[in-house]
């Protein structure tokens, strides 16, 4: 596997379901990174990730938790979600102060 | 704060054709980085080309290029002989000086740009 990877590609999850989202990066980087993109909205940055320590919290709702075990590795574990969460979420990396590169995303469904 | 404008939701062209996508940012830093991503129907988000501020040339990537306009604020997407394959959605994105890891990207709202056979 090359680049920035993803998993799943596609969730359908109940509100009362708990799941996580999986990025991986294959490319040396040490900053990671959750977007989010909902219909007719810009993407929204959620976290980020700079060498396992997390230096920013876009006010996200504590229903998304991410987790990142080290630099190639980052997860968004979400628990009780609401049907307006359903949205593309996209996982991203760079080196410091470089260009972000994206993974595929994962398409979700809160029903 | 950052803001990122693209006044053009959609566009279409004739394949072969030169297409020019609009994108306007507000900010007070004098050191930053421009970027055009694209999106086509696969949701992957591929960066096109990549402006740094402090730079006077403009960025060019084969069929790709910007005309930057730091004064104005002004960072255009200038795609030639235009493929098929460049049907997607484009956005513009605004990223902050590097900060020790905080690097963060502001996106525009994106323009659906269609090549039409």
């Known amino acids: 596997e090359t680049g920035v990877t993803q998993t799943p590609r596609h969730l359908v999850m109940g509100m009362t379901n708990k799941k996580s989202l999986k990025c991986e990066q294959h490319l040396g980087h040490n900053a990671m990174y959750w977007y989010k993109q909902s219909a007719k909205k810009p993407l929204e940055l959620m976290f980020v990730?700079?060498?396992?320590?997390?230096?920013e919290n876009n006010s996200v709702p504590s229903r998304f938790s991410p987790e990142c075990p080290n630099s190639s590795h980052l997860f968004l574990h979400l628990h009780t979600l609401q049907p307006e969460d359903s949205a593309l979420y996209l996982c991203a990396s760079s080196l410091q102060g470089g260009t972000q590169y994206f993974g595929p995303g994962t398409r979700l469904l809160v029903l | 704060a950052q803001t990122v404008t693209q006044s053009q939701p959609e566009m279409s062209v004739q394949e072969a054709e030169t297409v020019t996508l609009s994108c306007t940012y507000d900010t007070s830093e004098n050191n930053y980085y421009l970027f055009w991503y694209k999106q086509p129907p696969s949701r992957q988000m591929i960066l096109v080309i990549r402006?740094?501020?402090?730079?006077?040339q403009n960025a060019t990537e084969n069929r790709f290029s910007v005309n930057f306009q730091k004064a104005a604020k002004s960072f255009s997407l200038k795609i030639s002989d235009s493929q098929l394959g460049d049907t997607a959605m484009y956005f513009c994105?605004?990223?902050?000086?590097?900060?020790?890891?905080?690097?963060?990207?502001?996106f525009g709202t994106g323009t659906r740009l269609t090549i039409i056979p």
């Open positions: 990730y700079n060498f396992k320590e997390q230096t």
């Open positions: 994105a605004f990223m902050n000086p590097p900060n020790f890891g905080n690097e963060k990207l502001t």
């Open positions: 402006q740094e501020a402090y730079k006077q």
